[in-house]
């Protein structure tokens, strides 16, 4: 896209790293400033694609586990661009009833599922900032749209990282845990910048501090486990996103790379 492509509301000089992800992936719904803010990226941590690549296969791989638990309401929050294989394709393919509500706080975000869902009255695009946790989770849209009365999964893929604070963090989990009746599921996948020189980290940072989102806080496997904590974690637990249940057995993971951890865990 050019700038002048642009949607009211969308700024296309500020990267934002929902258009940033979409370069990431392919994707044609960026501008010249996410495309270079992502190629710099790229030099810093080379296999960043593939690392898009492996979150989108374990959104896809989580959600199709989740029907086949039964579930069939989904809030999916960092919702991101709709790209291939969204999260109400592969929950709807299997069971067509089934209802997600997306969350993002990216204009883009909204502007373009909102267009893309028009017709499909089981979707909700709700626009919130999930550090207002408890006011997207009273939100009218999220309220009427979700019957928490029945078993929903809160999708949290490839976004607490964007949230610096480890404290902010966990309450936006522990907040959106809290809707959670049993036979509900917490999905989360995080990422890592793996070793980078303190030369690379300010690069990085510095990209970063250009962009909507304030950096990228990579988290250790237990500090992903303890947004978990008190649920059943489902096989084989928190582990890189590649070893959650591979459809193959090439699951290639490097040490000192980028990368990603994530787990689905029930209420009991
Ligand atoms: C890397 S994308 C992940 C998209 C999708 N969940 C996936 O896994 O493919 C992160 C998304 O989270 C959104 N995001 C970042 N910070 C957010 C916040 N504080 N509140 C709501 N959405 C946020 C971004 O706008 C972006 O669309």
Redesign the pocket.
């Known amino acids: 896209m050019t700038e002048f492509d642009a949607p009211s509301g969308v700024d296309p000089f500020t990267p934002?790293?929902?258009r940033?992800?979409d370069y990431y992936?392919g994707g044609k719904d960026n501008f010249a400033a996410d495309r270079e803010a992502a190629e710099k990226i790229i030099e810093i941590l080379p296999n960043v694609r593939d690392v898009?690549r492996e979150?989108?296969d374990?959104?896809i791989r989580t959600v199709t586990y989740l029907s086949g638990q039964g579930v069939r309401q989904f809030l999916?929050?960092?919702?991101?661009?709709p790209?291939q294989r969204n999260?109400h394709q592969v929950a709807q393919e299997l069971a067509p009833e089934a209802r997600v509500v997306y969350?993002?706080?990216?204009p883009i975000?909204l502007t373009h599922a909102r267009a893309l869902l028009a017709q499909n009255e089981r979707v909700m695009v709700v626009g919130?900032?999930?550090?207002g946790t408890q006011a997207?989770l009273d939100h009218p849209d999220v309220r009427s749209h979700l019957d928490l009365s029945q078993p929903v999964a809160v999708?949290?893929?490839?976004?607490l990282?964007?949230?610096p604070d480890d404290d902010e963090a966990m309450k936006?989990v522990t907040t959106l845990r809290s809707i959670l009746g049993p036979g509900g599921y917490l999905v989360v996948?995080h990422?890592s910048i793996g070793e980078l020189s303190e030369d690379e980290k300010r690069e990085g940072a510095q990209v970063f501090s250009r962009t909507?989102?304030p950096g990228v806080t990579s988290r250790s496997v237990e500090q992903v486990l303890a947004f978990f904590d008190g649920l059943d974690l489902v096989h084989p637990g928190v582990v890189p996103l590649q070893r959650w249940r591979p459809e193959t057995h090439l699951s290639i993971v490097r040490s000192g790379e980028a990368g990603a951890v994530g787990g689905v865990a029930r209420v009991s």
Not at 76 to 81: E, F, I, N, S, T
Not at 103 to 106: A, E, I, R
Not at 155 to 159: I, R, S
Request: aromatic share 8%; hydrophobic share 55%; proline share 0%.
């Open positions: 934002s790293v929902a940033m992800y992936l898009a979150n989108r374990f959104l999916d929050v960092g919702a991101g661009l790209t999260v969350v993002d706080n990216d975000v919130a900032d999930m550090r997207l999708l949290l893929l490839g976004v990282h964007f949230i936006i996948s990422g909507s989102a």
